[in-house]
């Protein structure tokens, strides 16, 4: 699958949000604001720093939209 080719090349915290994304990925879903929201859980949660949120977010975007 393209999208999990894309994904192997991604940095740990892009990966991070990738994995948290990539089920929420359905035909029709408002990915723009569905990736916002992984990315916010996942800083809130600690698990990503807010410094990185919007690049590992824009990354995962990129290969999340490889999904569709």
């Given at each position: 699958?393209?999208?999990?080719?894309?994904?192997?090349?991604?940095?740990?915290?892009?990966?991070?949000?990738?994995?948290?994304?990539?089920g929420?990925?359905?035909?029709?879903a408002?990915?723009?604001?569905?990736?916002?929201?992984?990315?916010?859980?996942?800083?809130?949660g600690?698990?990503?720093?807010?410094?990185?949120?919007?690049p590992?977010?824009?990354?995962?975007?990129?290969?999340?939209?490889?999904?569709?």
């Amino acid at each position: 699958k393209a999208a999990d080719a894309c994904a192997a090349k991604l940095s740990a915290d892009a990966k991070l949000v990738y994995a948290a994304a990539i089920g929420s990925v359905a035909p029709g879903a408002n990915m723009q604001d569905m990736v916002r929201s992984k990315t916010r859980s996942l800083v809130m949660g600690g698990q990503l720093s807010r410094g990185n949120a919007r690049p590992a977010a824009e990354a995962a975007g990129a290969c999340l939209k490889q999904a569709m």
